[in-house]
Each structure stands twice: as structure tokens, then as C-alpha cells.
């Protein structure tokens, strides 16, 4: 994944929305900007590099989600078996 810079349209092109992406994917959102503050790209009194580079230095790999893991495991196996279709309570 490729670290980047959003810059999307919020509430009727009036505020947009920023948010700064890390090399893992994990989205930041450093807050909005008004319309008539867009030239300057600042947010809370920073430049939006200045946030973009804090984030980007201090980025660390996020940890496995075991437990999401073997969640996801379990109904991978559930499904090979069948135990997914066709149940009763229609809760398939």
C-alpha cells in the first residue's frame, strides 16, 4: 500500500474532510478545512505535511488479529462442510 494525501468535498463543497493514509493502509483523518482556508492547507494551525510527515515517521506495522484470524478460519471450515446452508432459522 502507497502512503497518501485525501483531499475530499464535505457538506456542499463548503469543507473538505483530510485524511492521510500510512504505507499499511491505516487511515488518519487530521479534520476539515473550510473553503476559504483551502489555499493555505493548514488544519488545527499545521500544515497538512507537517501532519503527513508525523504520521509517516511514526508508523509502525499494526499486530495480527488473531482472534479475527481464527474467526475467520472457523467459518471458512464451516462452509466447506456445509454447516452454512440451509439452516432452519434462515440465519445462513
Known sequence: MSRKI?????????VYGVSIFDSYGTEHYIGNLNASDINSLKVHDRSIASHAHQ???DEVEPEEDLLGNAIRECIEIDKENGLLKGNSDGLD
Do not use: G
Request: proline share 0%; net charge negative.
Open 6 to 14: 485525501i483531499i475530499d468535498t464535505y457538506e456542499d463543497n463548503t
Open 55 to 57: 504520521i509517516w515517521s
